[in-house]
C-alpha cells in the first residue's frame, strides 16, 4: 500500500493540492480557450503566410508536438486541459435544462467506427486541402470542432463527443497506451467495502461521476479515459490516484475493461489502432520529396492533371490494403502454434489480429513521435516572431520581430534524435508481441489427451510463445525500417521558412 501510494502523483506537494482542487480542469482548459480564441482570431484575419500566422504554427507545429511529449512523458494531458470541453458544458447546461436530459447516443454509435471514419477523412483531407498551409482552413477547423463538440453535447447525455466522436480524443487515447501514468484506483479492498460507487454514480454534493463510463473499481488502463478526475473528486474514500506504472504495460494483457470490454472482442477499436499505427508512417511518407515524383506519376498513370487520385491512390493502399494484407498475413502465421500444439481451442483471425494489433501501438507511436517532434525541433521558436507579428497587428508591440528564430537543436541532431524514438518503440513492440504471446499461448488450453502435462519442448513454451510473437516481430522490424527510410528521406519543413531538410 505505501508503495503504490509513494507512486501516486495526487500526494505529491503543490501539484496534488492543485489537481484535486475542484476548478483545476477550468483553470487549465481557460487559458487553452483564450489561444485559441487568438489563433482563430489570427487565422481568420491575420497574415496569409503560414509561418508568420499563430493558427498554422500553434496547431501544426507547437499543438502536435507537445500532445506527443505529454503522452510520452505523462498520460493524457490535453484531454485534461481540453477548451473544446468549455462549449460542451454549455450544452449540458442546455440539454438538463431545456431538452430534459437528453437521449442516449444511439447503440449502433456506441462503438469507434465513426471516430475511425472521421480520423481518415482528417488525415486525406490534411493532404488534399494542405491544411498546415492555410491559416484560414485551419482557423475554420477549430470554429467546426468547437460547434460540433456543442451540438453533439447539448443532443447526447454523457460524454459523447469524447468517447465517440472527437478524431483528436482517439489520438490522445491511442497514444496514452504507452504513457506511464494511469487514473485508477489505490486499493481494491477499499472499493469492495464501498457502498456509493459515487465515482461513476456522482456524489450528492453535485459531483460528476465518470462520464465515459470506466467504472473504477473494474477500469484497466488508459483507453477512453480523459484524465478529467471527475471520479478523484467524487471518490468519498480519495482512493483514486494518479498512478505511475510500466509504460506499454496495459497492452500485454487483455482484461475485462469497464466502459470497453475486452480488447480482443473490439474490432472498430482494433481498426483505430491500425489506422494511427499505418496512419503515422503514411503521414510522414506523404511529405517527402520522393513522394511528389510518385504522386505526379500516378497522375500521369491516371490520366489526369489532378494529385488527388493518386493521392487517394496512396491512400487506399497505405491504409487500407497494405495493412489488410500485412496484419491477416501475421495472425495466419501467428496460428502455428495452436496448430502444432493441438489446441483444442484454435482462436479465430479476427480474435487474433484484435489482439496482436496491440503490439504495434509503440511503434507506430514512436513513429508519431519522430515526425511530430522534428516538425516541433525545427519551428519551436517560430512562436516568439510570430506572437511578436500578432502583437504588433494589434498595437501592442513595437520592436522588431525576429523572423530568424524557429529550430531548438542543431540540425545534425534532428535524424538521431527521431532514431532514438523509433528504436525506442520498435523495442516497445517486440516486448509487447512477445508479451501477448505469452499471455496468449500460456492460457491456451491442452489438447484433451495431455492429461494436463507439459508439452513437448519443442512444441510448448518459449518457443510457442516466440512463434506466435515471430510474424508481428517480423512486421514490427519491416516498418521500423521502413519508418527509418522514410526520416531520412529530404522532409518538408511544413510551417516554417526552410522547405525542406535531408534527414527530417
Ligand atoms: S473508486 Fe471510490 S467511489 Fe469508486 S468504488 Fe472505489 S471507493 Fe467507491
Ligand atoms: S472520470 Fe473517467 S475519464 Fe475522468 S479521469 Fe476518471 S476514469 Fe478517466
Redesign the pocket.
Known sequence: MTNVHRRDLLTWPILGPFLKWRHARTAMQAPLLLIAGLMIFDGLVGPRLAPKNLATVGVWLHYRGLVVLALLVAGNLFCMACPFMLPRQVGRWLRERLFGGGRNVPAALRNKWLAAGLVLVFFFSYEVFSLWSSPWLTAWIAVGYFLVAFLVDTVFRGATFCKYVCPLGQFNFFGSLISPLEIK?K??T????????????G?SSNVR?CELWL???RKAGNMDCTFCLD?VH???????GLITRTPTAELWTDPFRSGIGRFSQRLDLAALVVIFVFGSFINAFAMIRPVYGLRENLARWLGTTSPVPGLALIFVIGLVVLPIVLVSGAAWLGRAPFVFRRSSFLPPLRQITARYIYALVPLGFGMWLAHYSFHFLTGALTVVPVAQSFLADVGLYRGAVQWGMGPVVPTDWLFPIEAVFMYAGATGSLIGAFQIARNQVESAPLPPNSGGNSLPPRLGGRGAVLAAAAPWMILTLLLLAFGLWVLVQPMEMRGTFMYSLPGG
Not at 190 to 201: E, F, G, L, S
Open positions: 484506483v486499493e481494491q477499499v472499493c469492495a467495502a464501498c457502498r456509493t460507487k459515487d465515482c461513476i454514480r456524489s461521476g467504472f473504477q473499481e471520479c467524487a471518490c468519498p474514500c480519495a482512493n483514486v
